[in-house]
């Protein structure tokens, strides 16, 4: 779904974090009983299925996988905390990764461990997506007094041991062999290889609560969980919502590629149209400008009757029909709103109405009329 983010977490101290952050949260039950709640982002027209993996690759891998396949999201994010590897991140700062290490990986000799590391690399597209949220400003939400955290671009390695030691051998082990790597946790492997095999983008979002140095589990531990989830879920959410409005603006370029662009004129009043219209003090390249035959109100209320219909025929189940009802309720307040904004907000909730009902062909038919009318207003 275009208009979709999946975020997975390990701790349920990451899942508040994240889940405070969404509004009107519902649960949305997998068939292999993976509880997800579902909440509307509050920047952008779209939403996050979150859901609670528990500790290790090997769980965030497989339900990583499941929730891909169950929402076919825009992108799959994992979120929650980790240990700084060194000390050029502060606590509470927060780690992308632009590549993860799964670090396990080696053969064992009669002279030592060597590596046989696999590296997953991020999405371009997110990467430079989160560039810019870094460079631009995305720490809004952070409580007044509390110290800015930054932003860090960089490997992070995700192993299936809880790493608290400068000192052990493991730990100089992961230093000798990745020390390129910002961060160390126990997900990102999974999450990477489950985005590998599955096409969706991933990214790994890591607020630094530890340093990985004996100090967890610490009171000074216990204080900085709980402020680097929450950064760490600020920024993902953040990404989340750009991301989202970003596929809103394509979707819309896409599905109506003469739609009109303007271009004020400081030389007085000037309207240009593709059909030769001149009206105004703005130039206007596209469809002409007008007011659809059709009647948004009362074909929103039609549709509603024909999904009444559907399900009980049996040919949409409860769960889709209370579905299908949310997101008309959402395009109906996006009308009222009578602006440009309401009108992408409105098609949006169309778009994910017509993901619910593409086996019922009536339905499908009144949602193509409902999006062509929308699009004609100017």
């Not at 990986?105 to 997506?129: F, I, N, V």
């Amino acid at each position: 779904m275009r208009d979709l983010v999946v975020i997975l977490t390990a701790l349920n101290l990451e899942y508040d974090a994240v889940r405070r952050k969404l509004t009107n949260p519902r649960v949305h039950l997998h068939k292999r009983g993976t509880r997800f709640e579902i909440g509307d982002l509050p920047g952008a027209a779209g939403r996050v299925a979150l859901a609670l993996t528990g500790k290790g690759n090997q769980a965030a891998g497989v339900l990583a996988e499941r929730a891909v396949d169950e929402f076919s999201p825009a992108a799959l994010l994992f979120v929650g905390v980790a240990g700084a590897l060194w000390d050029t991140t502060q606590l509470g700062d927060v780690v992308m990764a632009t590549h993860v290490y799964a670090y396990h990986g080696g053969t064992s000799e009669d002279d030592g461990l060597k590596a046989r590391p696999r590296t997953w690399e991020a999405d371009h597209g997110l990467l430079q997506l989160a560039s810019y949220l870094g460079r631009s400003g995305w720490t809004g939400e952070i409580s007044p007094g509390v110290t800015t955290p930054k932003v860090h671009f960089g490997p992070i390695a995700a192993g299936e041991i809880v790493q608290n030691s400068r000192i052990s051998h493991e730990a100089v082990w992961i230093r000798n062999h990745y020390n390129d790597a910002l961060a160390i946790e126990m997900e990102g492997a999974g999450v990477a290889q489950a985005g590998h095999l599955s096409g969706s983008p991933v990214a790994i979002v890591r607020g630094i609560s530890d340093r990985a140095d004996g100090t967890k589990n610490t009171d000074d531990d216990g204080s900085w969980q709980p402020r680097a989830a929450a950064n760490a879920a600020t920024f993902a959410i953040r990404l989340a919502e750009e991301l989202l409005n970003q596929q809103g603006e394509i979707s819309m370029d896409e599905d109506n590629p003469r739609a009109n662009y303007v271009v004020n004129s400081s030389a007085g009043t000037t309207g240009i149209q593709a059909g030769g219209n001149v009206s105004g003090s703005n130039v206007w390249i596209g469809a002409q400008s007008h007011t659809p035959s059709t009647d948004l109100v009362a074909e929103l209320s039609a549709l509603r009757d024909q999904l009444t219909r559907e399900r009980s025929a049996g040919t949409i189940d409860d769960e889709t029909y209370e579905a299908a009802q949310t997101e008309l309720d959402i395009a109906r307040k996006a009308l009222a709103e009578k602006t440009p904004e309401g009108n992408s907000k409105f098609v949006l909730a169309l778009k994910r109405l017509r993901g619910l009902v593409a086996d019922v062909a009536s339905v499908m038919t009144q949602i193509a009329t409902l999006i062509t009318a929308v699009k004609g207003l100017s």
